[in-house]
T-cell receptor, first 116, second 115 residues
Framework: AQTVTQSQPEMSVQEAETVTLSCTYD???????LFWYKQPPSRQMILVIR??????QNATENRFSVNFQKAAKSFSLKISDSQLGDAAMYFC?????????????FGTGTRLQVTL | GAVVSQHPSRVICKSGTSVKIECRSL??????MFWYRQFPKQSLMLMAT?????????EQGVEKDKFLINHASLTLSTLTVTSAHPEDSSFYIC???????????FGDGTRLSIL
């Protein structure tokens, strides 16, 4: 079974600074998807970024980028120029690559605080 | 962008009541919908996978007679918590999936409180 581990329950970053959230996972599959989701206090799940395992290039989405290390099964999220609106719970998630919809396995989450 | 509507957003009811939660895909046809449960300060746990026109697939440990799922059309799935008790109080979130290779789209969730 796949597992996703987020070892940082809480992180804090100053506004305009950069922060990196860690995620490791375990799978026997060679092709899969990895995600970072943001959950603000409103509890809505917002997709931040997605990485296909077969792509060597790290995904980037504006201020958000990932460091995907397939051999190490590591998938960290870097938030640059942090903003107050980035404060939220961040969940790393794994999904196998199949021909139909695949189940997401979530990590336990990292609560990010952004300070002035 | 794809929108998933979940209703109601908040339910407070007495123990023993059955509660129905709706999940609708507003601008796309969802062949598959997922139902998650989230306890306070915890992660999302998948409860079941709902495919249009067929029986839902439940995760291990989820009581199928307790959590009834119906996916009657390509735009609507419902979760009914039957004879709800205080331990069923939680945050329930649905997500919808339309095409292979596309991410799931989440609803805004339903906070269920059983008194």
């Amino acid at each position: 079974a796949q597992t996703v581990t987020q070892s940082q329950p809480e992180m804090s970053v100053q506004e305009a600074e950069t922060v990196t959230l860690s995620c490791t996972y375990d799978t026997s599959e060679s092709d899969y998807y990895l995600f970072w989701y943001k959950q603000p206090p409103s509890r809505q799940m917002i997709l931040v970024i997605r990485q296909e395992a077969y792509k060597q290039q790290n995904a980037t989405e504006n201020r958000f980028s990932v460091n995907f290390q397939k051999a190490a099964k590591s998938f960290s999220l870097k938030i640059s120029d942090s903003q107050l609106g980035d404060a939220a719970m961040y969940f790393c998630a794994y999904s196998p690559l199949t021909g139909t919809a695949s189940k997401l396995t979530f990590g336990t989450g990292t609560r990010l605080q952004v300070t002035l | 962008g794809a929108v998933v509507s979940q209703h109601p957003s908040r339910v407070i009811c007495k123990s023993g009541t059955s509660v129905k939660i709706e999940c609708r895909s507003l601008d796309f046809q969802a062949t598959t919908m997922f139902w998650y449960r989230q306890f306070p300060k915890q992660s999302l746990m998948l409860m079941a996978t709902s495919n249009e026109g067929s029986k839902a697939t439940y995760e291990q440990g989820v009581e199928k007679d307790k959590f009834l799922i119906n996916h009657a059309s390509l735009t609507l799935s419902t979760l009914t918590v039957t004879s709800a008790h205080p331990e069923d109080s939680s945050f329930y979130i649905c997500s919808a999936f339309s095409l292979w290779n596309q991410p799931q789209h989440f609803g805004d969730g339903t906070r269920l409180s059983i008194l």
